[in-house]
């Protein structure tokens, strides 16, 4: 089951399944098992269900194709959204999120719990989340409750631009590289007429394994892909101690980053010729599987990795039914504030990217996540107060009725 092979299968990998719930070292047994959910709040666990929704959302789409998000960024930026979303709107999102009946009080105070456990109490592993708000005063009049809650809640950067100029694109992007550690250097190419503010997450991601991989046992070997090709792929090997299990139809490792705070988590099919297996795998699989991780020695043998992923995420949030979000009839982000140019906010664009290096060594990654809001623009003027043409016709026949010019309409 474990034994190391020249041909591994591995279709899909769950990008950064975090466990906060792990506090062993290397090559020590676990005090209990982390099941989801364990020491973690209601936010921080809808990740995991919200991140397989989504991820199995954009494979229906990419069946043949690397799928690589970050949940944790996703769930960050819609949470911003959050506090201007009204109503359905805000209902389809919580609901997308796994969210429940949780409401923004909540969201808020779970989230900020979120973040300083991440960022302030995982020992070794460097992790950086920030947030931002970039708005063109000439098209949005924010809502200052709205922007007092982005800056206490969720410690956003909140910046103005003339969205007109290639100057707000560039600042934007800046952030983003800046935040990212140069890892995503950019995140929009241009803004468009009916665009007036952007919601961003950013996160970073660094961490030496609990132990890591001897480079001098790191192969080349055959990777198997679903379509039934072969790629060659440079394998890391180690015999070790870690969280695993397997059951009739899947299998599951759990590797400890340094501090043992972070984990790098990989599912796969027990069965080496399954394929196309992610539409058949479930949320209760996957917890079914952390419920039985048990702390014993196994071979290990995964890829070195370096995946890049970019997607516009606004399709499969959709298909999730996020729906009146994206609807500029009945979209409802009043909380945002009022619009200068059209009638109502609408989210125009989810721009999602992500960056994830994994060597013997241990992990790199960063994710950004970027919510485009806008308003459908308020149509040319057009006032007929000269001398005009009138026809009144029969459209389907082309038949004119009437026909006129005229100097008074009175």
Known sequence: MYMKSSTFYLPILFAVLVS???????????????????????VATASHWMGLDVLKAIHSHEPNETVLISPLSIQTAFNMALEAAKESTYDQITAVMRYGSLDVETIRKQSGETANVLVNQSGHPSVTLANAFFYDPTRLDPNTNFIDALTEH??????TGDFDQQSAVDNINQWVDDKTKGLIEEIIDDISKDELSFLINALHFKSDW??????????????KKTDGTTLSVDFMSSDRN??????????????????????????????????????DFTSQ???ALYDKLEFQRVYVTI??????FEYELSKPLKDLGMTDAFLHSVANFTGMGIPLEGPNIF??????????????????????????FGVLSMPPSITFDVPYLLSLRHIPSGTVLFMGFVEEPS
């Open 20 to 42: 906060l719930f792990s506090s062993c070292k290397d090559d020590e047994a676990p005090t209990g098992k982390p099941p989801i959910g364990s020491g973690a709040n209601d």
């Open 154 to 159: 969720y410690g956003a950067y909140v910046a």
């Open 210 to 223: 609990a132990n890591a991989f001897d480079e001098n046992q790191t192969e080349t070997g055959s990777f």
């Open 242 to 279: 870690v969280t695993s299990t397997f059951n009739d139809n899947w299998l599951m490792v759990d590797l400890p980053f340094k501090d043992s705070t972070f984990s790098l988590t990989l599912v796969r099919p027990t069965d080496d010729d399954k394929t196309n297996w992610l539409p």
């Open 285 to 287: 699989d996957l917890k």
């Open 303 to 308: 890829p070195k990795m370096e995946l890049e």
């Open 347 to 372: 989210i125009t664009r989810v721009d999602h990217k992500t960056v994830l290096k994994v060597d013997e060594k241990g992990a790199e990654g960063a994710a950004v996540t970027s919510i485009g």
